[in-house]
């Protein structure tokens, strides 16, 4: 049976300077990569002979406004069902250049996950058979869980902000 | 609400009557009485208007179509069971198809993305129609006040009644059908040909 030593070991040798941190939350490894290995390490972790990271549990995007120049990451959450155990990769990259190579070839059931992180963020995935919205109209004119953007309905013309503790 | 005056005024007339037939009623007293009926002065034949006729038979047999997005579908499903029964207004036989449809009855959120599709529902019900938004999310959008939720559904199509409640129980829905019933005994048989209303189909676009 693998451990996390184990498998932050391989990581740290396969990928070395691509590696930016290897924290362990909640007894689950938290592993920061560069954006550029990301879809290398989730296919090498896939056809790893003793990891086998065969199974993308979920697939999502964050925005923090205050990180400059990384204000955007996408989380991949890894398990192996041979091995039982689970791991998080993230990676970091700019609003000004929200772009990450798909997982789609890796993982089919990528795909939807990719389209929902695309429709609420905006962040591309290069490669991407048919990414559009999935949830939001398709008219939509912009990405709603981006923090910029006020929860509330913009064109909201009946409540007025002071009955809702606002103003 | 069962004791309505014109049942009162019923009892009335047939004391007045027992005159003639020799019957009589006991009228409680101190009791307000209402006028008899205009239609029933006559001997053996009343006369009304044939709008009234048509909207008391309207009125008592509305086929609502139930378009039951979240929660207060469920309130309804109490509303259609034994213990509330719709089936006691005249309103027990649902209508899945739009077409058949008298009384379209939203209960839950609608999604922006719902609106279109309730819309095109609304269009396909034949006139005359009515509308009832049940509870707070389909009269305004409830506490989604967010950018996936239409705020209200008289965004799209015209509403005749709210029932507020979130989710409004069994009682407030039937009072919300009392309304409609209301609505549909005194409506006029010239009101869906009227400007007005032509009017209002065009503010949202329809015709």
Redo the contacts between chains.
């Keep these: 049976m693998i451990d996390n030593n184990y498998i932050s070991q391989a990581i740290q040798e396969q990928f070395g300077e691509a590696v930016r941190s290897i924290e362990l939350s909640y007894d689950m490894l938290d592993i920061v990569l560069e954006k550029e290995v990301i879809h290398d390490a989730i296919l090498w972790l896939k056809d790893h002979k003793v990891m086998q990271f065969n199974f993308l549990t979920s697939l999502c995007g964050m925005n923090y406004p205050d990180r400059k120049n990384e204000e955007m990451s996408v989380v991949y959450h890894l398990h192996s069902l041979t091995n039982n155990i689970r791991i998080r990769l993230h990676c970091f990259f700019s609003e000004k250049e929200p772009k990450v190579k798909t997982v789609t070839d890796i993982f089919a059931a990528a795909n939807w996950m990719e389209r929902e992180t695309y429709d609420f963020f905006g962040i591309q995935f290069d490669g991407h058979p048919d990414l559009r919205r999935i949830l939001n109209l398709d008219d939509m004119q912009y990405f709603p869980l981006l923090k910029k953007y006020p929860l509330e309905d913009a064109t909201r013309t009946d409540k007025e902000d002071k009955y809702f503790g606002r103003s | 609400m069962f004791c309505s005056p014109a049942v009162v005024g019923l009892s009335v007339h047939r004391k007045k009557r027992s005159l003639e037939v020799g019957i009589t009623l006991n009228i409680p007293k101190g009791l307000t009485l209402v006028d008899t009926p205009e239609m029933i002065k006559g001997e053996g034949y009343g006369l009304t208007k044939l709008e009234k006729v048509v909207g008391l038979a309207r009125a008592n047999s509305i086929w609502p179509l139930p378009f039951a997005t979240s929660c207060c579908g469920i309130e309804f499903m109490a509303t259609m069971a034994s213990t509330y029964d719709l089936g006691r207004f005249g309103a027990e036989r649902l209508s899945f198809s739009p077409r058949q449809a008298d009384l379209l009855m939203v209960m839950g959120t609608i999604a922006?993305?719902m609106g279109p599709i309730l819309r095109q529902v609304y269009i396909q019900m034949a006139e005359p129609k009515w509308v009832i938004a049940v509870g707070a999310c389909a009269s305004?959008?409830g506490i989604f006040?967010?950018?996936?939720?239409l705020?209200?559904i008289d965004k799209v199509i015209p509403v005749d009644v709210y029932v507020p409640g979130c989710p409004p129980p069994p009682e407030a829905i039937l009072d919300g059908i009392l309304k409609i019933q209301e609505l549909i005994k005194n409506e006029s048989f010239r009101r869906r040909q009227s400007p007005e209303y032509k009017a209002l189909l065009e503010s949202y676009g329809i015709q």
């Design positions: 922006k993305k305004s959008g006040d967010t950018y996936s939720v705020q209200g």
